[in-house]
C-alpha cells in the first residue's frame, strides 16, 4: 500500500512537468520556435514577479529558512571542488564542465517538482533555492568564464531587485492592496509552465556528437550534489523536509542558463549545450529515483 502511495505521489509530480515538456518539444518540431523573446520576458518580468509575490506575502518567513540557503551554498560550490580534480581525467575545460555542475535546473524543475511533491507550502522554499542558485550564477559562475566581470553588476538583475523588493515589504509587514496583487499572481502563475514549456522547446537543440562528457555530467551532477547534501545535518542544524528539499534541489540536472551564458562568452557552447540537455534527459530517471528515497 505504502509503495503504491509513493508510486502514485510521484507519478503526480512527474508527469504534469513531462506532459507541459513534452507539448513544449512536440510544438517545436513541427513549427520552429525562437523563445529567445519569452525567455527574456520570463527572465525580466514573469519570475520576478513570482519571486516579489512569494517574499512579500504574510505567509513568507526568511529566518526558518536560512539554513536552507547555506546548505544551498554549500551544495553549489561543493559540486564544483569535488568535480573540479575530474577534469583532467574527463579531458575537458574547467571553464566549459564546472558550471553545468554546479548551477543546477531550480527554476524550469525546481520549483514545479517541489511544489507538485510538497504542496504549495514548498513554496517558499523552492524561491529561495532558486534566488540562491541565481545569484551565484550570476555572480561567482560569470566569475569562473571571466575573470575580469564585476559580480556586483548581479544585485541590478530585476530577479535580484525583486528579491530585495519582497524581502523590505515582508520584513516592514507590509502588504499589498488586492487590485494590485490579484495582477502580480496571475503574472506570477504564467512563469513556471512557461520554463517548462521552454526547456521542452529547448530539447530540440540537443547535440549528441559529444555524448560522452554529456553522460559524464548527467551522473556526475547528481552524485555529487547529493553527496554534499547527505553531509549538511553534520553541519547544519537541518531536518525533516528542509533536508528532502535539499537532496532534491542536489539532484536537479543541469540549468539551461549554462548553456546561454556559454554561448555569450564563447566557452564550447555546444559541449555545455550537450552536458545540460542530456542532464536533463538522464533526470527523467534521476529525480524519480531521489523522490522515491526522499518520500
Not at 527572465?43 to 516579489?52: A, E, G, K, R, S
Amino acid at each position: 500500500m505504502e509503495i503504491t502511495f509513493i508510486a502514485e505521489r510521484i507519478f503526480s509530480t512527474i508527469f504534469p512537468m513531462l506532459l507541459i515538456v513534452t507539448i513544449g518539444y512536440l510544438y517545436a518540431r513541427k513549427k520552429p520556435t525562437n523563445m529567445g523573446v519569452v525567455n527574456s520576458l520570463n527572465i525580466d518580468v514573469f519570475i520576478p514577479v513570482l519571486i516579489f509575490s512569494v517574499l512579500s506575502a504574510k505567509s513568507f518567513a526568511l529566518l526558518p529558512l536560512t539554513n536552507l540557503a547555506l546548505g544551498a551554498v554549500m551544495i553549489i560550490i561543493g559540486s564544483g571542488l569535488i568535480i573540479l580534480p575530474l577534469c583532467k581525467v574527463l579531458n575537458v575545460e574547467v571553464k566549459t564542465f564546472i558550471p553545468p555542475m554546479m548551477f543546477s535546473n531550480a527554476g524550469n524543475l525546481g520549483i514545479p517538482l517541489l511544489v507538485l511533491a510538497f504542496g504549495e507550502n514548498a513554496l517558499n522554499a523552492a524561491v529561495v533555492l532558486f534566488i540562491v542558485e541565481t545569484f551565484l550564477h550570476f555572480s561567482l559562475g560569470i566569475y569562473i568564464l571571466d575573470r575580469k566581470t564585476n559580480p556586483l553588476k548581479v544585485l541590478r538583475m530585476p530577479m535580484i531587485l525583486a528579491t530585495f523588493a519582497g524581502l523590505v515589504f515582508s520584513g516592514l509587514d507590509m502588504e499589498l492592496n488586492d487590485t494590485i496583487k490579484k495582477p502580480l499572481d496571475m503574472m506570477a502563475q504564467v512563469s513556471i509552465p512557461l520554463m517548462l514549456f521552454s526547456l521542452g522547446v529547448r530539447m530540440i537543440d540537443i547535440d549528441f556528437s559529444t555524448w560522452k562528457i554529456g553522460l559524464w555530467g548527467a551522473f556526475l551532477a547528481p552524485l555529487s550534489g547529493i553527496t554534499i547534501a547527505l553531509g549538511i545535518p553534520f553541519i547544519l542544524p537541518i531536518e525533516g523536509e528542509h533536508l528532502a528539499y535539499l537532496i532534491i534541489f542536489a539532484a536537479l540536472p543541469p540549468a539551461l542558463l549554462n548553456y546561454m551564458v556559454a554561448e555569450k562568452y564563447n566557452q564550447q557552447p555546444g559541449q555545455v549545450a550537450s552536458i545540460v540537455l542530456i542532464g536533463n534527459i538522464g533526470s527523467l530517471i534521476v529525480l524519480p529515483v531521489t523522490l522515491y528515497f526522499v518520500i
